[in-house]
């Protein structure tokens, strides 16, 4: 089993950053970050490897850094220059299996809860 807790969401006018924090608790070959607005598919952001690979969604590159703390068990996802259709909750995920590591969402076995990220124009 992995256990995943995301924090760092927020409201945050456009323009601003915000760093999003997910401690995965378990052993994992791959995490991701997603996000999700109603009425819309969940859109893959980002994913780490066990390997240090990044993958970083075109949506979002040059505005959003991917990174990982192996020694806290940390995934982080800095967030800069926001704009309003940035808004969506933000899930981290994670799967056993490191060749899983995409964007798609039904490679991830585990979620966590989510985290809300608000951008106001």
């Known amino acids: 089993q992995v256990q995943l807790v995301e924090s760092g969401g927020g409201s945050v006018q456009a323009g601003g950053s915000l760093r999003l924090s997910c401690v995965v608790s378990g052993p994992e070959g791959c995490t991701a970050w997603f996000r999700q607005s109603p009425e819309k598919e969940r859109e893959g952001i980002g994913a780490v490897e066990m390997t240090g690979k990044i993958t970083i969604a075109d949506s979002v590159k040059g505005r959003f850094t991917l990174s990982k703390d192996n020694a806290k068990n940390t995934l982080y996802l800095q967030m800069n220059r926001l704009k309003s259709e940035d808004t969506a909750m933000y899930y981290c995920?994670?799967?056993?299996?490191?060749?899983?590591?995409?964007?798609?969402?039904?490679?991830?076995?585990?979620w966590g809860q989510g985290t809300q990220v608000t951008v106001s124009s």
């Open positions: 995920a994670a799967t056993y299996f490191a060749d899983s590591c995409t964007l798609s969402p039904p490679n991830y076995n585990f």
